[in-house]
């Protein structure tokens, strides 16, 4: 046993620090950016967000809607084959804009190539909870070798090592984040996991350094969390729970203790598994919960909510582009970062 005894940060212990600016207005900030694929070789230009490939967050609707503000969707894994293939058909220009998702099984491969068949989709994120499997890595090369053309983003692991065997194996993307999300229960479930801020800039160090990517996945819970991923360095940032409750997401709007709400659950929850694989296997536990989150209405103003946050940010450093928040960041440590004596932010 060793105790490493830095001190790891979240995104709650730090605030950005204003910066001298010769910006006038927050339209004068570009936040999209553009990326070469270290495999694919396909060239990427957009605003680098992406909705959660969660039941909830993952969908079709959602994908059209961010499309808009030339934002990604990770699709979730639970449409059908035709399902894929009228939405490709009949929205050709969202299809750009998505990920079709992948475990890590023979029957995610099958599913991913029959999808692929009738969708020409540019994007795969392969995902699973525990991304130090080697499972994972194995399963990286498979899919690189059979898609030489495809941006392939694979998680999720916390640390530089695994980032750069990931990226060796054929990811452009490697997805970060084990234990931050909002329904997330891992680090309740099993003591493991890693302060988002500094998963961050660790992996994107490690990534960077052979011209990888990496996307930050979970922890977001205000547009501040989204800019402060981007200053640590995340290429990428993707949010579940900020997306949650729209008309965009799935489930129906209903009444609870006299609020309008909708059911956000995680994808390893009791309730996610029950839904998909018929109860949770004896051998494992749930390691994410559900939530009534409330309703709130079309994801468009959500949408311009975090976008014009980022942009702000961008503003209080001097950034005229996204490119350029990071190098402009001083993060500072804090104790407190919000005076929350009145509603807490989407409390409603
Ligand atoms: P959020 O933006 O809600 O904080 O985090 C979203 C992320 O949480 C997802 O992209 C995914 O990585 C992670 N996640 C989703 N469902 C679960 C779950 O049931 N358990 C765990 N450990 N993580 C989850």
């Given at each position: ?76 894994k ?40 009738v969708?020409?989709?540019p ?34 692991v ?55 990517l ?40 209903f ?20 839904k ?38 961008c ?18 440590r ?5 005076n ?9």
């Amino acid at each position: 046993m060793r105790i490493e005894t830095e001190v790891k940060l979240d995104f709650k212990d730090v605030l950005i620090r204003p910066k001298r600016s010769t910006l006038n207005s927050r339209r004068d900030v570009d936040i999209e950016r553009e990326f070469k694929m270290k495999h694919s070789g396909l060239t990427w230009s957009g605003v680098p967000i992406i909705a959660a490939n969660m039941d909830h967050t993952g969908t079709f609707e959602m994908a059209k809607a961010l499309a808009k503000f030339n934002v990604l969707t990770a699709i979730h894994k639970f449409y059908s084959v035709q399902e894929w293939k009228d939405f490709a058909d009949k929205n050709p220009e969202v299809l750009e804009r998505v990920f079709v998702s992948s475990g890590t099984s023979d029957k995610d491969f099958e599913r991913v190539s029959e999808i692929l068949k009738v969708a020409d989709c540019p994007n795969i994120c392969i995902d699973i909870a525990n991304g130090y499997s080697q499972h994972l890595v194995d399963y990286v090369r498979r899919v690189r070798a059979a898609y030489p053309h495809k941006v392939i983003m694979a998680g999720n692991v916390v640390t530089g090592e695994m980032v750069e065997e990931l990226i060796i194996c054929g990811a452009d993307i490697v997805k970060v984040g084990i234990g931050p999300g909002s329904v997330c229960t891992t680090r309740r479930q099993t003591g493991c996991g890693y302060p988002q801020l500094s998963a961050i800039i660790e992996c994107a160090d490690a990534a960077h350094g052979l011209k990888g990517l990496v996307c930050g996945d979970g922890g977001c819970t205000v547009p501040g969390d989204v800019a402060k991923a981007f200053a640590a360095g995340s290429d990428f940032v993707m949010l579940g729970g900020m997306l949650s409750g729209h008309d965009e997401s799935s489930g129906d709007v209903f009444e609870h203790e006299g609020r309008q709400v909708k059911r956000y659950y995680g994808m390893s929850s009791e309730e996610a598994m029950k839904k998909h694989m018929g109860g949770v296997a004896s051998y494992r536990s749930s390691e994410g919960k559900s939530v009534n989150v409330p309703y709130k209405g079309a994801v468009e103003g959500t949408m311009q909510d975090i976008l014009g946050g980022v942009r702000s940010t961008c503003t209080y450093v001097g950034a005229e582009r996204l490119k350029e928040l990071t190098k402009r960041t001083t993060f500072i440590r804090v104790t407190q970062q919000i005076n929350d004596i009145f509603t807490p932010y989407n409390a409603g």
